[in-house]
């Protein structure tokens, strides 16, 4: 038994990192939990085991960019598990470059998956929650979004309009009983950074984020908090 038992939740970039960490801990909770992601092995690995472990799981490989892939998801959601009742947007991409340097079609491919792809499921999922009053949206941002940092280009871009994104949603939609929150952790030691070297042994690690979101997803009704929730590590990881 868990505190979301009953519930719906969708998780984009299932297949590892966050995403993997965030879909665990709702089954865990007790929620039925759809993973998308573009690598199907990797996304079918981790439903699995989901399953093994006494959980329900539903993996729908997709390409977030894509709108159709969007559309198959919330459809095969709605008829396989049911109405969404939590929205975890942590699919992501990054490429760093300086604004002078900018490639746009990096800058493009970053916008849609980081941005227009969370902003077009959550306004999917949003009609449902304000109906039902009830609703969670989770939407993984970066310190980047938070702070601007020399060099990080569109994926700054894209997560200072996430966090614009979740205010929005927040102001919104709380007096409905919809709750949002932008996570915006720094470094996390993730497929996604690459190869940081010794710098890594300081970084965030994925259950420390997925600590902060499940203390969110399960704190009372009538307690407030953020939209905006930065992580960052004691030390710099980069001294």
């Known amino acids: 038994m868990g505190g979301l038992d ?133 939407n993984v941002a970066s310190e980047a979004g938070v702070f601007a940092y020399a060099g990080m280009g569109a994926y700054a871009v894209s997560k200072h309009g996430l966090c614009a994104l979740t205010r929005l949603i927040a102001e919104e939609n709380q007096e409905l009983g919809v709750k949002a929150w932008a996570i915006c952790p720094g470094m996390v030691d993730t497929p996604l950074v690459g190869d940081a070297g010794p710098a890594r042994e300081r970084f965030l690690k994925v259950a420390d984020v997925v600590g902060v979101v499940e203390t969110l997803l399960l704190q009372d009704d009538n307690v407030k908090m953020g939209p905006e929730i930065l992580i960052r590590t004691m030390r710099n990881p980069w001294a």
């Open 6 to 138: 009953g519930d719906v939740a969708v998780v984009t970039g299932g297949s590892s990192g966050i995403g993997e960490g965030l879909a665990r801990m709702l089954a865990g909770q007790g929620a039925a939990v759809a993973l998308a992601a573009r690598r199907e092995v990797e996304l079918r690995r981790v439903a699995d085991e989901i399953r093994a472990a006494g959980g329900r799981a539903l993996a729908v490989p997709a390409d977030v960019g894509r709108d159709e892939d969007l559309d198959r998801l919330l459809a095969r959601v709605q008829e396989e598990l049911g109405p969404v009742d939590v929205l975890v947007n942590a699919a992501g991409v990054a490429a760093y470059q300086p604004i002078h340097e900018l490639d746009m079609a990096l800058w493009d491919r970053q916008l849609r998956v980081n941005l227009r792809a969370p902003a077009r499921l959550c306004a999917a999922v949003l009609r449902g929650m304000r109906e039902r009053r009830r609703g969670l949206v989770v």
